[in-house]
Every structure is written in structure tokens, then in C-alpha cells.
């Protein structure tokens, strides 16, 4: 590992003639002291999103940076002014084949809980700094695997990054990943035109049932006091949702309690926290775990009491949010990662996120990508030649015989 900070004082000079100075941060308090900086870039670029900030990125790293090494890169022009910064992390993950890999990751990447990850640069220097970053890379030698995953795919750090990655004729893996995301028109009547008109009567018509049988609080969490409750209600609802299909739920995990906490106490400082809860005649029946930031809503997670699973207790709630949201000048919705038939129902559209992987020519890194890309493409083969019952035989043998990563892979 580098020193605490390890300055890369050589100059790495892009061909647009802009000289990038490259300094290594290994520490997350370290990274705190470009802070000011860091929120000058998210100023400026109105494409990063909330995901970029320094609120979530510290408190995903206070929750899940155990047995991980940060590896951040600031990159700097020639006034000492940051133009770049790439907060990542080290760490070593078997390969059934290679031994041990080191694999660099975005901060942010590896729970399931962050989307929209980027490099964090300043408009105008993508291709700088990507240039610099490509040559940071190449003179260390402690890593084997760069993996980039849930970028934007109009991302245009990320596509500077892919063009000297293929200039360089590195090895590269780029994949992309479902999402979806409602925009938001400009007046509730519209959206609400906008509808199936099977569907627009669990929008319209359920709340005005719910009213008739409970007394119907909604609660917007703005006071600090009361945010560790509220969490409490959301982890125990969500519980009681998954559990309806066997399923334990994402808030077993102690380190995911502590992320939202965490990040639920520094988006409430900001203005950017959309924390609803439904009562219904003084029970929680439905919440919604969001977060505003510019003209966006981010829906992270939710949760239901199955006892009003007839009541659409989680559509009236969700039909409220999006009303005040468009009354406020929202205009986008987004559900983030996957694009499952509920959320067509509420009007999202499909998009994609962008994965990249990449290693070194010739490297252990370049063997395990080229290996498991091309197990991949077989698996997409096999599936589409072989009877269905064969291909689950198959998946059964792999399984059977200790091979859960091969299986996954093909």
C-alpha cells in the first residue's frame, strides 16, 4: 500500500495539453480535506447525481469500509485547482483460478445500495483527466482489476475513459445493467392521464377508500429527533414485506442499519430527505425511504404492513409523494436500478447503467476478464440452444459439484 498521501508529483500531461497533477489519498479523512473542492465539481456538473456527493459516498464508506483500503485519486490542472477526483477502494477477492485478485472499486459499489456512480469531474476536463487516470494506472502495480459499475450510460467521463481504454488496447468488459425512471410531468392532471386506465384507479380511487375506513395520517420526516424511529418503523416493515415470499429482507445487515442512519442524519441536514410514513387510524401502514436532490427523487426502499395489502396502503402513499413532488417542481422520479412491470404501471421508462471492468494487457487481471467474458457469452449461447430442462440439469451439476461461481458465470 502508498503512503498516507502518496503525491504522484510527475506530471502527466493530456494531449490537449492540460497538465494533471495525480495525488493518491488512502485514508477517508484525508479525502475530507477536498471536501470544499469536491462540492465545487457537483456545483458545476449538474449531470452527477446524488450519489457522487460526500454525504452518501462517507457514509456508505463508515458503514461497509471494513477489511477495505481506500485508494481515492485527486486530480489537479496546473493551478492546483481540483478538476477530478476518483474515490475508490481495494480489495482482494478469491478467483477459483488465479488465487487472490486485488480489484479497485468505486466507494459506493459492492452492498447493492448505490447507483449512478461516476467519476467526479469537472465539465470540459474528461479527457484529461481520464488520460491521467490511464496512467496512474499503468505505473501501479498493486491492483488487478478496475470494475466501474452503475455509471450513467450518457456519462461523458465514462466515455472518455472507454476511448483511451480501447486506445490503449487494454482489456475491457463493458456490460450494461437495467434501470427506470418516471418523468415527471408538469401538473398532477397530466400525470394522471398519463396512466393505464386500469391502473389510474389505485392512484385515484383507493385514497379516497382509505379515508372511508381509517383515519389517514401521512408524515414527512423533517426533525432529527424523530429519524432513528422512523428507521426502526421502515426496517420492520420491509421485514414484514419480504418475509411474504420467504425472503429475510436488506436490513438484516448491521452495516445497512448504520448506512441509512448515517445518511439519513446528513440528508436531513441538507433538505434533501423524502422520509414518508402512512398511518392508518394510528398504525404505520406503508414508507417510503427517498431523497431529493437538484430536480430528482431517488426512491431507495420501502415497506408495507401486509394487514392493508388490500387497501393499497403503499400506492396511496406513493400517489401522495408524487403529487407533492410534482407540485414542488420535481421532474424526474427515479426507481433506480431494475425495471420491473410495477413500475411501468406508475409510468417509469427503461433505461441502462453502464458497467466497466478493465485490467492491463497480459495481466492476471486481463486472463480473469477474457476467461469469465467468455464464459458469459457461452452461458447466453447454451441458453439459447439448449432445452430448458437440459440447461437446468446442467445448472444442477455445477451446483452439485461446488461450482456456485462457475454456475453464476455461465
Known sequence: MHSPVAESLRKLKGIEGQTIRVSTYNTWKQLEEQIPA???????????????????????????????????????????SLVGLVPCY?????????????????????????????????????????????????????WDICSLNTMPDNSKAAAALIEELKRANWTLVAEDSPCSAIQLPSSWPLYLESLSPAFRPLVTRYPRKLTQRYQVMIHRCDNPDVLSKRLEILFSLHEKRWNLVNQPGSFGSRERREFYRSMGESFLRKGWLEFWLMELSGAPAATQYCFRYRDT?????????????????????????????????????????????HKQNWGAKPGVYLNLSFARPGSSGSVYLSCTNSLAQSKEWLRGKLPAPAWNFLHWVKLKTGGQAEAAAI
Open 297 to 341: 427523487v431517488y426512491i431507495l426502499q420501502e415497506g408495507f404492513d401486509p394487514r392493508f395489502a388490500a387497501d393499497k396502503a403503499g400506492y396511496a402513499l406513493r400517489g401522495d409523494m408524487l403529487k407533492h413532488f410534482i407540485e414542488t417542481g420535481v421532474k424526474r422520479y427515479d426507481f433506480l436500478g431494475g425495471f420491473a412491470p
Open 90 to 142: 481495494l480489495e482482494e477477492r478469491k478467483s477459483p483460478f488465479l488465487g487472490k485478485l486485488a480489484w479497485l472499486r468505486f466507494v459506493g459499489d459492492g452492498s447493492g445500495d448505490s447507483d449512478n456512480l461516476d467519476l467526479i469531474i469537472r465539465p470540459g476536463f474528461e479527457r484529461e483527466c481520464a488520460q491521467a487516470l490511464m496512467r496512474w494506472l499503468k505505473d501501479h502495480q498493486d
Open 38 to 80: 469536491w462540492e465545487t465539481i457537483l456545483r458545476d456538473n449538474k449531470s452527477l447525481s446524488i450519489f457522487s456527493t460526500p454525504e452518501w459516498l462517507g457514509s456508505w464508506w463508515k458503514a461497509f469500509g471494513q477489511n477495505k483500503q481506500v485508494m481515492a485519486l485527486a486530480l489537479s490542472n496546473q493551478d492546483d
